[in-house]
């Protein structure tokens, strides 16, 4: 069976939705503090860590991919979301996939632009930290706590994430 490849498109909040939300300082802020000389982006993620988690911020530096990626394996985290904010202003590859009843269905990639973060709603189906350029360096916002918070799905065929 040969699967069409999949196309990136660029993030945004409306389109990432289904999956999480998008942390970006874009727009007029909501609020302006410091005596008027920092903008306030207000509450963009809804941060989940369960019952019995607790938020954790960890660093994380991934090996640059390049595109087309193959895809292979997905992962989710039953138990809490999980933010990634890049540290520096490169691009990286976002892969998400809804759920079809506990596997996950057909992967959507996205494309990130310079200054803009994700975080993953609890138990949706992503691919691995996939920043395209040096340094691969991200601050992570996620649940620190008992249980196994890690589920991963390997595709019988692998995905192919097409070339810009």
């Not at 005596?35 to 019952?51: E, K, M, P, S, T």
């Not at 985290?77 to 809804?98: D, K, N, R, Y």
């Not at 360096?137 to 008992?146: E, K, M, Q, S, T």
Request: aromatic content about 8%; charged content about 25%; proline content about 11%.
């Amino acid at each position: 069976m040969s699967r069409h490849p999949i196309r990136p498109e660029p993030l945004s909040a409306e389109a990432f939705a289904p999956f999480g939300d998008l942390l970006a300082a874009e727009g007029a802020p909501d609020r302006l503090i410091n005596q008027g000389l920092c903008g306030r982006w207000h509450d963009r993620a809804r941060l989940d860590f369960g019952a019995s988690g607790r938020a954790g911020l960890s660093i994380f530096r991934a090996e640059p991919r390049r595109l087309p990626y193959r895809l292979e394996m997905v992962e989710r985290h039953p138990e809490g979301s999980q933010a990634f904010l890049p540290m520096t202003e490169h691009p990286f590859l976002v892969i998400v996939a809804p759920d079809a009843d506990g596997a996950p269905g057909t992967p959507r990639a996205f494309l990130t632009a310079p200054g803009q973060g994700i975080n993953l709603h609890r138990g949706t189906w992503h691919g691995v930290l996939t920043p395209l350029a040096e340094p691969g360096l991200f601050a992570v916002l996620d649940r620190i706590g008992p249980g196994d918070n890690l589920e991963e799905h390997w595709f019988e065929e692998p995905w192919m994430i097409a070339d810009r």
